[in-house]
Structures are given as C-alpha cells and as structure tokens.
Nanobody, 125 residues
Framework: VQLQASGGGLVQPGGSLRLSCAASGLTFRMYAMGWFRQAPGKERECVAAISRGGGSTYYSDSVKGRSTISRDNAKNTVYLQMNNLKPEDTAVYYC???????????????????WGQGTLVTVSS
C-alpha cells in the first residue's frame, strides 16, 4: 500500500492550497480517508476525514469553514482544499487510510492503518 501526498508548499496568509493523496495497492473505495497534520512540538491532529462513499465528512474546529475534503474513487485520490490559510496551519500534512468496514468517519489516528509520507505546508509572508 502506498499513499503519496502532494501539493504542499509555501503560501502567504490568506492564500489557498489543494493537497492530493494518490493511493495504490488497495481497493480505495473500501477505505475511509483522513488528513492529519503535525506541527513542530505539537501532537498529530486530524483536520478532515471522509467516508468510503464520500457521504460523511469530519472537520476539526481549526479548519472548519476554510477547508473541504473530497475524494475521487475512480482516480484513487483524496483531496484537501484549504483556503484562507493562516500561519498556524503550518505543518506536515499526512493522508491516511482506515480499512474498517463501516460507513462513517473517524478522527482518531490510532484507527488508521496506512499512512503517507507527508507534505509540508508553510504559511508565511
């Protein structure tokens, strides 16, 4: 299983980025997917998650209203669109896959089975 995250970079406050995570080696439509981030000196947190079919989503309070998670099961890819970025959004962002057979979403990292390598997002002027 491989999860390849991309789309990070340096962006000014107020800017936007779209992160992508391409999955291979698994039946993508059978996995709920999550985006997590970890800033230096802080714990990893789930910022968004999406159910297998895309009908259920979760957003942390820190990104709610500024971010949208989506998935394209035909392309085996999950996306995170982030708008109005703030310096506190600076972190390494990881995608992860949850193989449990259920229709919901979960924000708890211990319930995710596969992880990508991360992509760095830096928000700075």
């Amino acid at each position: 299983v491989q999860l390849q995250a991309s789309g990070g970079g340096l962006v000014q406050p107020g800017g936007s980025l779209r992160l992508s995570c391409a999955a291979s080696g698994l039946t993508f439509r059978m996995y709920a997917m999550g985006w997590f981030r970890q800033a230096p000196g802080k714990e990893r947190e789930c910022v968004a998650a999406i159910s297998r079919g895309g009908g259920s989503t979760y957003y942390s309070d820190s990104v709610k209203g500024r971010s949208t998670i989506s998935r394209d099961n035909a392309k085996n890819t999950v996306y995170l669109q982030m708008n109005n970025l703030k310096p506190e959004d600076t972190a390494v962002y990881y995608c992860a896959a949850d193989r449990r057979v259920y229709s919901g979403v979960d924000y708890r990292s211990e319930n995710y089975d596969y992880w990508g390598q991360g992509t760095l997002v830096t928000v700075s002027s």
